[in-house]
Nanobody, 116 residues
Framework: QVQLVESGGGLVQPGTSLTLACAAS????????LEWYRQAPGRQRELVAV???????TYTDSVKGRFYISRDNAKNTMWLQMNRLKPEDTAVYYC??????????WGQGTQVTVSS
């Protein structure tokens, strides 16, 4: 059974850091492209960061230099390290594992709230 389970969300103050984790099971993790998305209230889901099977990474402009995506294939886990958080980073964060459009798995999401 395929599972992606996010953890690490919470309420934090602006300027602080938070690291999200996504634990995977039920598929060949190392062969998949891994992505973090987020969805703020009233907005469409947004792609935040990508790491492919060769460990190449890309980021949406609004998080470049602040967020870092990583993976450990031996642990079937991916992370999103988020630094210098801003109120506009507030959203539900989702992890995704995919092989293009044909196969795509989603986690249940974890809430991140950045507020003073």
């Amino acid at each position: 059974q395929v599972q992606l389970v996010e953890s690490g969300g919470g309420l934090v103050q602006p300027g602080t850091s938070l690291t999200l984790a996504c634990a995977a099971s039920g598929f060949e993790f190392s062969l998949y492209t891994l992505e973090w998305y987020r969805q703020a209230p009233g907005r469409q889901r947004e792609l935040v960061a990508v790491i492919n099977s060769a460990d190449a990474t890309t980021y949406t402009d609004s998080v470049k230099g602040r967020f870092y995506i990583s993976r450990d294939n031996a642990k079937n886990t991916m992370w999103l390290q988020m630094n210098r958080l801003k109120p506009e980073d507030t959203a539900v964060y989702y992890c995704n594992a995919n092989q293009g459009l044909q196969i795509s798995y989603w986690g249940q999401g974890t809430q991140v709230t950045v507020s003073s």
